[in-house]
């Protein structure tokens, strides 16, 4: 039997290596993710231990402290502990770099560190020197590049305080593996610099370096006997490890991420390999037919089909490990392109990796082909002997209504149930374990659909494609199973795909209507990183230019309110033409001087209503009670959350600078004018950032294109997958049809004709699934707007939709490329001898 | 195919030109020392409106003498002519619409394509030439095979016996220049098959229809109104208005 089995694979290479495709790509993908964060993460490790290397003890501010620095004068402490040979603390904080148009560069400030000297020494100076003298530093290679700098320039960066320095840059480097430094960019000075400029009184931290004989961790005792407590004391092995660990739990979250799409991708390989079994059997009834006639026992029919596919389970488990190391190589590639830092050396499939593939590989395959293998025991020896090959004539049992019935119902009413409740995480979570359940139902009631959905599917094709067309369209519900089970395959792409891109536009089109109503300005003036302030006189300025209709500043403080003396922001803004904030209780019209409005959380926090007095601790007029006059959403409003009147808010705490100001343009001036005007009047203040709302909005769309983009990528393996499952239902179908296809050649279809109608069954499988997906996908897509958050605005994406199944037909046919060319070469003759 | 309308005009097609020509067809498969001469060199004539029985031991070619003359595969020498049209040098797409339009086919088994009714699978030669069918012909030779009833069904709904009538009646309603067919009756009871073989015979009397049928069984070969005799590839002997027991002869002298 093992022999007859190993035969049969033997014969038939292609169709095995086809099959196996789909689980070496579902593996292929797993594998990839391990190996891809495997490398990371050990990529990190060891880049960790070697900067640790240098570092025998280190101070870390402590876990409860408040402050999140280590205190100063613990420095000079540690220098007098008995065996250390050098001490120094690393400052870090902000200072932002201006650039060569005068402006801070990016949207948040520089970062700024300290460079240590000798041995303690950990940043990679790539080119020129690290910072002496006061009057030098050095810049991150990276931002160096974008801005335009290079060693022997004389750069401005601005101090806490927002006043002008110039440095000579002596030197570049390279800020490694730390990401906050690669996202700010970053600018090095020697300490003193540094805690000057960022006006830090702490350190991030204090390394210590043991003298000649030291043991770390003897030196870590005494260090920490010298500090006291409230600072954290570790050796320097003990803090690469910790670090290590922090980082692996980040890149947990990309594995599991990625892993969600590689069972996606699994399950519908699962699809796949049980229809492709399914096809085998019923093709090789005969010949199992045969075996039982001359005595094989119903199990050894059984093992013959489980071992066939434990075959085809082991060896696109490999392929799929192997494919798995060229994905994760190729990722680390494309990623460390984009300019992420990311170690790219020593990709390898670790253990675990290789037992997770294989494992789940072989079990995969073995599981999706019992069913097949246990409807070959049914085979009856006397089917040997029946000459006519037997339509797959289905009927749609009640069994298969009743429980399609009960799983849709059941997906349906969790949906609706969740939809109705309200938004909320667990409402979410419940809409989308319907969206599950209703797909087991579909799933279920998969072949009853297909002859409706063909005859949708196929209504074109039909018209417009002739005999072919009609034939084709017939040949696609012929066998509704083995249509269902194709197609399924794709639908569970599709859906998610669809789902993805409902959920985008729909965010999209909620955050637009949001960004129009809470942002119903053009411009926004901002402090880079939005922490800090600018001169009353910028505003001034804005208010005098033609191409502005209106100017409104916005000022805050933080100040003590209500019974707890909780901190709050609160702030002012100046009253400007068209700039009025919507109440959701009482009215801004009543906001008069004693009076105040209170954003919807505070006032939960606070406990007010309209009407109530709010005491506020002022600091200029001591304790002022204050009266609610008006409610606003604060998601919605862009003032601060207690709001008072601006003539108030002077006499409270003081002349304060503008913390934000919004600017409309003027009827009737160009977009590029206002602009102009704007930017002007902020060019003499650094670190004021220009913001439109078109940009705002660009921005939001690009990162939502983005988000769509990957997500859809990713899923598109499943598709690929659904695709060869196409590919490979087509094949066996040409297969079986060999005869059928002979007399059509015979009775004068031609091979296009021939070639045209299998690309047309394929149009419409693939069209099918795509039907379904999308339904699916639209319909919880939508449960799952409404059950995220309040207020969405449902957009349907009509053209990505169409596109889906447009693509997905489009993909069937290309799917049938290969069986309808073999289909149309055979010939004629020995076809039509064919058995 | 200028014949449209009523049967009458079709039928007097005329016996002038020959419906199949085939003059020195060698056939061989296989290169070297495998290869199969399976014919020699066969000079045959096949008249329009008659009913001609190809016989011969198992493996002498005929089938593989009739797959050459119906263009469903390459001769190795020779020529073979449909009517006017010349098959020897014609592309696969020329072949293809030859057959469409000038020839009708009834093979041993699986005749029919199991998707389409009974009706459908009659209909389908036209539909793939694009043609309309002939109402009255399709009256008439649905009436005549007495498929009436039985239009609506699917192949597996149908006896062996009645799928080959729905064979036959798609091979007539196409009224094609020359029908071959390879063991129609190998499958069937002599009742069923003398049923189908009467039709046959019927069509050519009454329609004028060319036939070239492979055979095996001498009482199916006395349905024709010419037997001739393949062996190893070669044409080997022929009968005029033969009979059940001449034929029977033939194949003894033939084998012995
Ligand atoms: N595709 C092929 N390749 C090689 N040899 C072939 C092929 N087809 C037929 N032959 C050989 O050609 C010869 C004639 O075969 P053919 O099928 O024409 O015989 P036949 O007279 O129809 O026999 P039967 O009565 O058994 O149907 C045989 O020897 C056969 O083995
Ligand atoms: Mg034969």
Redesign the interface.
Known sequence: MLKTTLAGLRAHKLRLLLTSLAITLGVGFIAGTFVLTDTIETGFSRKFSAAADKIDVVVLPGETSDEPAVPADLLEKIREVEGVADVQGVVRGSAPLIGKDGKAVGDYPTAAVSILKGRLNRTEITSGTAPEKPAEAVLDANTAKTRGFAVGDTVTVLDSEGAKHEFTLVGLFDVGLDQELAYYGAVGFTAETAAKMTGQKGFREIDVAAAEGVPAETLRGSVSAAVGSGVEVKTGKRYAEDLAKANGADTKVLTLGLLLFGFVAMFVAALVIYNTFNILVAQRTREMALLRCIGATRKQVFGSVVLESAVVGLVSSVLGLLTGLGLGAGALAVISRTGLEVPTEGVALAPRTVAVGMVLGIVVTVVAALLPARAATRVAPIAALR?????NTFRAGVLRLVFAGLFLAAGAGVTAFAVSTGPGESELFMAMAGGAVTFLGVLILGPVMVKPLSAVAGWVPRRLF??PGR?AV??SR?NPKRSATTTVALTVGVALMTLISVLTSTMRATYGAKLDEQFPVDYMVQVQGDEGSFPRALAEDLRTRPELASVVALRRTDAKAGAKGNEFEVGTFTPAAGFSPKATTGSFGDLKPGTVAVGDEAAKALGVKVGDALPVTTTKDGEVRLTVVALFSEADALIPEVTVPHGDFDRYFGALDDGAIFANVKDGVAEENARKAVEAAAQPYPTAMVISSTELRGEFDEALDMMLMIITGLLGLAVLISLLGIANTLSLSVHERT??SA?????????P?LRRMLSVEALVLGVIGALVGVALGVVFGWAATSTMTTGVIFQLPAGQVLAFVALSGLAGVLAAVLPARRAARA???DS?AAG | MTITGEVGAWNARGNSAPAVVARGLTKVYGQGDAAVHALRGVDITFATGAFTAIMGPSGSGKSTLM?CL?G??TVTGGQVHIGDVELTGLG??QL??L???RIG?I?Q???L????TAEQNIR??L????RQADQVLFDRVVETVGLRDRLAH?P?ELSGGQQQRVAVARALISKPQVIFADEPTGNLDSRSGAEVLSFLRTSVRELGQTIVMVTHDPVAAAYADRVVFLRDGLLVNELVQPTPQSVLDTLMKLEA
């Open positions: 000459s006519q090959v037997e339509e002739g005999v034939l017939d040949n012929r005869r059928e007399l059509l050649r015979a009775l004068g279809l031609t091979r004709q010939s004629i003759v039509l | 797959h119906a469903l595969d696969d797409k293809t619409l057959r469409r339009e086919f093979f088994a699986f005749n394509l199991p998707t389409l389908l030669p539909e793939i030439s694009g699917k597996t």
